[in-house]
Structure formats: structure tokens, C-alpha cells
């Protein structure tokens, strides 16, 4: 069974900081891994979908790195503002389905 | 564009009330799922299915069933509620195994 872990559990930063967001999986057969960012009360939106033959992916501020065999993917996001609070998921693909990972939650201060 | 769409938004129900949780797409994808989410536990999937007429259990079927008669439509039904089914649910769907998944905004549902 997919295990995904996210650590840390919440991050509290100054604005303009880097973020370092980290992901492991215990099944390195995956079909991809993909960040979400949650807003409370609200749904998923997708930031970044990283294919298992990619090593990164980049969209704007946000980067993610992909080391499949070791289980590990790490989501960055460049020059931290408070508009970046928000809970970052991440979920890898395999056996037909998304295993997610509980989340870090990220406080962006100003 | 719709893409995902979860009805209704907000539900309370009694416990052994029964109701339908209904999940529409119009992105033509094959691939459909409904997860919970619960505070800590990250979300966890119910059921799931790989295209019109087909349907497959998750990590934490039990007290749910599902059907998928339209390939737009994925529908999540309690028979009869219970507290611990308290949650909020989130469809999701994508067109296949190695592609991007879209989620709808979810259902909370609050079972008294």
C-alpha cells in the first residue's frame, strides 16, 4: 500500500522567504506526483504535475523536484508571499488512484 | 467551462438517513473517484472508477456505494449515515492514469 508523507505539518515563514515543502512515497512505481494547494473551506487546485520519467517541473515562483527512486519530491516556492497561506498537498499516482499525503500548512507573514 | 461539479454543497442528515452525493464532469475523462477529508488524515479514497458502467472500492468503502450509469456522472450513496461519516467529500476525475486530476469544490456533510 502507498504511504505519502509530508513534513512538515505546518510552516510559518516571513514574506519574501523561500519555501521548502517536502513529500516522500513508499512505492517508487508511480505514474506521477502532483502539488495541490487547498484554501480553507475550499477544493483542491492543481499547482504542478511532475511525470516519473521528469525530474522537475516549474511553474512561475513554484518549482518541484522529483527523485522517484528514492520516494521523494520536494515543492519550492520563490520570494513567499501572504497570499501563499494555503495548505500544500501533494498526491502520486499509481494502482489507478491519487494517494495523498495530510498536507503542510503554510502561514505566510507580512 | 464547469469541469467538476459537486451537488449539493452543504448537508446535514440524521443518523440512518440515507442520501446521494451527485458528481458531474464535462471534460470527457474516463477516470472518476470521491474521496473524504478528514482534519489530519489527509484525503482518503472511497471508490473510484475507470469508465461508464464501471465502479471499484477504495481504502474506505464501507458504509458507501457508488454507481457511474454516465460516464459524466459519478454518484456516492449512504444508505444509512452514520456519525463517523461526517466529512467533507471531494469528487475528482482525469482522463487517465498518467494525467492531471481536477477536483470539485467538495460536499461537506455533517451527520447528527
Known amino acids: 500500500k502507498q504511504e505519502v508523507t509530508q513534513i512538515p505539518a505546518a510552516l510559518s515563514v516571513p514574506e519574501g522567504e523561500n519555501l521548502v515543502l517536502n513529500c516522500s512515497f513508499t512505492?517508487?512505481?508511480?505514474?506521477?506526483l502532483q502539488w495541490f494547494r487547498q484554501d480553507p473551506g475550499k477544493g483542491l487546485t492543481s499547482l504542478l504535475l511532475i511525470q516519473s520519467s521528469q525530474r522537475e517541473q516549474t511553474s512561475g515562483r513554484l518549482n518541484a523536484s522529483l527523485d522517484k527512486s528514492s520516494g521523494r519530491s520536494t515543492l519550492y516556492i520563490a520570494a513567499s508571499q501572504p497570499g501563499d497561506s494555503a495548505t500544500y498537498l501533494c498526491?502520486?499516482?499509481?494502482?489507478?488512484?491519487?494517494?495523498f499525503g495530510a498536507g503542510t500548512t503554510v502561514t505566510v507573514r507580512a | 467551462n464547469a469541469g467538476v461539479t459537486q451537488t449539493p454543497k452543504f448537508r446535514v442528515l440524521k443518523t440512518g438517513q440515507s442520501m446521494t452525493l451527485l458528481c458531474a464532469q464535462d471534460m470527457n475523462h474516463e477516470y472518476m473517484y470521491w474521496y473524504r477529508q478528514d482534519p489530519g488524515m489527509g484525503l482518503r479514497l472511497i471508490h473510484y472508477?475507470?469508465?461508464?458502467?464501471?465502479?471499484a472500492k477504495g481504502e474506505v468503502p464501507d458504509g458507501y456505494n457508488v454507481s457511474r450509469l454516465k460516464k459524466q456522472n459519478f454518484l456516492l450513496g449512504l444508505e444509512s449515515a452514520a456519525p463517523s461519516q461526517t466529512s467533507v467529500y471531494f469528487c475528482?476525475?482525469?482522463?487517465?492514469?498518467?494525467?492531471?486530476?481536477?477536483f470539485g469544490q467538495g460536499t461537506r456533510l455533517t451527520v447528527v
Open positions: 475528482a476525475s482525469s482522463p487517465g492514469l498518467v494525467t492531471e486530476a481536477f
Open positions: 498526491a502520486v499516482s499509481n494502482d489507478y488512484k491519487l494517494s
Open positions: 512505492d517508487s512505481a508511480i505514474y506521477n
Open positions: 472508477s475507470v469508465g461508464e458502467g464501471t465502479t
